[in-house]
């Protein structure tokens, strides 16, 4: 990916291969057809009628993509200052290609540091558009795959496993709920230090349990659902109790925040060891819907993602 070099600069050269893919499409399309019934009546003025509302149906769709993609761009824009250490914005080249511009299907490559929010941000545009679809209004959401790798890496290699992860969020929002139309978008995403080793759900089995069977990762996010603490209001308060501990090295030593990321893959009563007889369990606390202590709740782990993450991650400021 050479001609994607100058998305990044410094010594963070990292890009972020991004995939998103409108949810149940299809479902929302055959609502659609729903509407148009063809029980001895002018088939003719039927078909008239359903190619007309299917054209808007197409063209909501990609407005509110392409809307959301142009708002993506701008508030990358209006970050300009905070990303002139990390990218060449200031030096009029934008971090941002797009690939694929279709419809609901968004393939898009950025920093590698962006890569999240810049996810973060569409989905939430997104969700803000509705359909009206036999009276009702249908909210658009989708789900994001972020694939961040090295500029020099492979580019069909990072696509296949955006796409992997994008496919991964969509099964945790069909196996949450399999039976509802739920307006939810989630994102999933993977740091990839050296060769892809298959499928990101093997990726997962192999590398993010802990020894005593807890998943390290809270990912995918949910993006706009309260109901569940799996969600990225959570892994923004994570990384920001991260931040704070890198911001004043005098309380956390930055060593111990990457010895904890090894502590952690040991297990629940590990890292309550770890924390408590170095005197830092109380920098690391419980999330407001989570109860669990020592950085683990039912079978996960809370601050394992904003861990790997945070030399590779910078939140986008909202405006206002």
């Not at 070099?5 to 409108?22: C, F, M, P, Q, T």
């Not at 001895?40 to 993609?69: G, P, R, T, V």
């Not at 996810?119 to 959401?141: C, Q, V, W, Y």
């Amino acid at each position: 990916m050479n001609e994607f070099r100058e998305l990044s600069k410094g010594n963070k050269n990292y890009v972020a291969v991004v995939h998103i893919d409108g949810n149940q499409m299809g479902k929302k399309l055959n609502k659609l057809k729903d509407e148009f019934k063809y029980e001895d009546c002018d088939y003719k003025e039927i078909n008239k009628e359903y190619l007309k509302a299917l054209k808007k149906f197409s063209d909501d769709i990609k407005l509110a993509f392409e809307s959301s993609f142009k708002h993506m761009a701008e508030e990358i824009k209006r970050n300009e200052n905070d990303l002139a250490q990390y990218t060449k914005i200031k030096e009029d080249k934008f971090p941002l290609i797009p690939i694929i511009i279709a419809g609901d299907d968004i393939t898009y490559v950025t920093n590698g540091m962006i890569g999240i929010e810049s996810a973060r941000i569409f989905l939430e545009h997104l969700n803000s558009f509705g359909m009206d679809i036999n009276g009702e209004t249908i909210k658009l959401n989708a789900c994001a795959g972020v694939a961040i790798v090295r500029a020099g890496y492979q580019f069909y290699k990072a696509y296949e496993l955006a796409e992997d992860l994008c496919s991964n969020a969509k099964k945790q929002l069909l196996k949450d709920y399999e039976n509802t139309d739920a307006d939810y978008s989630l994102i999933d995403w993977h740091i990839e230090q050296g060769d892809i080793i298959g499928p990101i759900l093997n990726i997962r089995e192999d590398y993010y349990k802990s020894l005593d069977g807890k998943k390290l990762n809270m990912r995918p996010l949910y993006i706009n659902n309260p109901e569940k603490w799996t969600n990225y209001k959570n892994f923004l308060l994570a990384n920001s109790y991260i931040t704070k501990l890198q911001i004043d090295e005098k309380q956390i030593a930055r060593s111990k925040l990457k010895k904890l990321r090894e502590i952690l893959k040991k297990g629940e009563k590990e890292t309550e060891f770890y924390l408590l007889s170095n005197q830092i369990s109380n920098y690391f606390p419980r999330f407001k819907d989570a109860c669990g202590d020592y950085c683990f709740y039912d079978d996960r782990c809370m601050y394992y993602d904003s861990i790997e993450a945070m030399d590779l991650f910078i939140e986008l400021q909202k405006e206002g």
